[in-house]
């Protein structure tokens, strides 16, 4: 006898594991009968799953943390058992800005200081001579992106409230809008910069681990209830995803994953494009130009599917300096209590190993974040929104 399921997905190469645990027949393995329903935005996914439409779902990490914490919605608390991935997410601009950028730059083009010190030039300048705001596009007010694209631009002196305009559009939306004029910029996951660039109307400016060296991205969510009454599947969810993480973090089995997840029904681009993004390799420029980053997604290794509450920790802060929530001890204490690396250890068969990380996310600006001190993280940064 097989226990039916419905997780649903937003077309991205972060729902790798998802995709490829039930393809794979991982799944089915674990004695699950898992039917994956692809949807468009977050907000009908976060929806479906706290209402029980989806026993589980991918979902932002931040969706994850505003849910248990009732921020923006109705408060549905989460468990997160698995994370689908780190990092992932890039931020493209148009050819445009990107001339505008490069040309006032001082600096390295890959250094995220010198090229968001540029923007601020550039936005300077257009303000004189009365242009319109620059409008960068991010798929959610609680997402990575959103605080991705915050945190890169606030570093340089630009203030994503007062200085720029930024919107909020599905993931599979971005290329459109930008080859419509709508924004001059976004900061999506993998495969839609590609997508932009592979049609000539976009160049991938920075991956987001040159902002942060690891930043979840997506979690395995389910409610925290049917965590509760339900242990014994969630064990097998996340033994399933380990095994599938592992597997598409074998180099030889890349092609055949990409190919898994280029389905139409999936993500529905070339499997090409995908391979591109599980190795690393990422074309940046409509020229041609490539670039390697070993760090561009984590899907399983170094230790990236195992959940960290200090990473719960780092999101709950910048929702906090955005005004999105004001600083409570017991919103923290919630916030980390997310990331369950305990149910994560006890399936992997790891539970007690201590995780050496002195820096757990390793930004490009400020001090190193340290969980247990969030008044000196968001003091020590110029701009912010943070209410008493």
């Not at 976004?186 to 000539?200: E, H, K, R, T």
Request: glycine share 8%.
């Amino acid at each position: 006898m097989t226990t039916p399921l419905r997780i649903g997905f937003i077309p991205l190469c972060d729902a790798a594991a998802l995709i490829v645990a039930v393809d794979k027949g991982f799944v089915r393995d674990e004695g699950l009968d898992v039917t994956l329903v692809r949807e468009v935005s977050w907000s009908n996914v976060r929806d479906k799953l706290n209402i029980g439409l989806f026993d589980a779902a991918h979902l932002l990490a931040p969706v994850a943390i505003a849910s248990s914490l009732g921020l923006g919605h109705v408060k549905v608390p989460i468990t997160a058992a698995f994370n689908l991935g780190l990092n992932g997410n890039a931020i493209t601009v148009t050819p445009a800005l990107h001339a505008a950028i490069m040309e006032e730059i001082q600096g390295d083009r890959l250094d995220p200081m010198a090229t968001a010190q540029a923007l601020a030039r550039v936005v300077e300048r257009r303000r004189k001579t009365g242009a319109e705001p620059l409008t960068f596009g991010m798929t959610f007010p609680f997402s990575t992106h959103n605080y991705q694209l915050r945190f890169w631009m606030a570093a340089g002196g630009v203030d994503p409230d007062e200085d720029v305009r930024m919107v909020v559009l599905p993931p599979p939306y971005m290329v459109e809008s930008i080859k419509n004029g709508h924004v001059d910029a976004f900061c999506v996951g993998a495969p839609w910069n590609s997508i932009a660039v592979d049609l000539g109307i976009g160049h991938i400016l920075h991956f987001v681990s040159d902002i942060l060296v690891r930043a979840v991205e997506k979690v395995l969510a389910v409610r925290q209830n049917w965590a509760e009454k339900n242990p014994d599947v969630l064990a097998a969810l996340v033994r399933a995803h380990i095994r599938a993480a592992d597997f598409i973090e074998q180099p030889e089995n890349r092609t055949e994953a990409a190919e898994i997840l280029a389905q139409q029904d999936r993500i529905g681009v070339a499997a090409e494009v995908i391979q591109r993004t599980l190795d690393g390799r990422l074309k940046i420029s409509p020229d041609g130009t490539f670039r390697e980053s070993s760090r561009y997604l984590l899907v399983g290794r170094e230790g990236a599917d195992r959940p960290d509450p200090a990473q719960a920790a780092w999101l709950y802060a910048q929702m906090v300096r955005w005004g999105q929530t004001p600083m409570s001890a017991d919103a923290l204490k919630t916030a980390m209590a997310v990331f369950r690396p305990d149910l994560y250890d006890a399936v992997a068969g790891r539970a007690g190993e201590p995780v050496e990380a002195p820096d757990p996310i390793g930004a490009f600006a400020g001090p190193a974040f340290n969980p247990a001190d969030i008044a000196g993280h968001l003091a020590a940064f110029r701009i912010g929104r943070q209410s008493d």
